[in-house]
């Protein structure tokens, strides 16, 4: 395995981490009164400081290890790529609710914050899938190596 390949895979780990930390903070958080209105600086916090870097991370090194010919020809590289990139877009598009809910719940617009929210359970259990079948694909590899 090379750094590039092994920097990729680190990278990935640690936001997987970021993300099962992210879970713990909105289900533990969100159902006990006296953390649910830090629960959305949390994770806007853990967003910009760490999953923000993590998730750019794998994007870059994935950008330097693609290979376009292979890209081409392999239908399970296709799979990999397009699934590891449709997570990443679905991290990405959860900043914005996230910003949002912690600006709701700052403002005091509890409804607003309950709303986005939702957008963000979503992009979860959107985003989660994509990142699995990503890295099923390449701890396959990984073994067969």
């Known amino acids: 395995m090379s ?4 920097l990729h895979l680190s990278a990935v780990m640690f936001w997987i981490g970021c993300v099962a930390t992210e879970i713990i903070v909105e289900q533990y958080g969100g159902r ?4 649910k209105l830090a629960v959305p600086d949390l994770h806007r916090m853990i967003d910009r400081w760490v999953e923000i870097p ?3 991370t794998v994007l870059i090194t994935g950008a330097l290890l693609f290979d376009h010919q292979r890209f081409l020809t392999e239908g399970l590289y296709q799979l990999k790529i397009s699934a590891g990139l449709a997570a990443v877009f679905a991290n990405l598009f959860c900043l914005y609710p996230v910003r949002q809910r912690y600006l709701a719940t700052e403002a005091g617009q509890e409804q607003s914050a309950r709303r986005y929210g939702h957008w963000i359970d979503a992009s979860a259990l959107l985003g989660m899938p994509f990142g699995a079948i ?3 694909i390449g701890i396959y590899w990984l073994l067969q190596h």
């Open 3 to 6: 750094a590039l390949q092994l």
């Open 32 to 35: 006990h009164p006296r953390w």
């Open 54 to 56: 993590a998730f750019v």
């Open 134 to 136: 990503a890295l099923g």
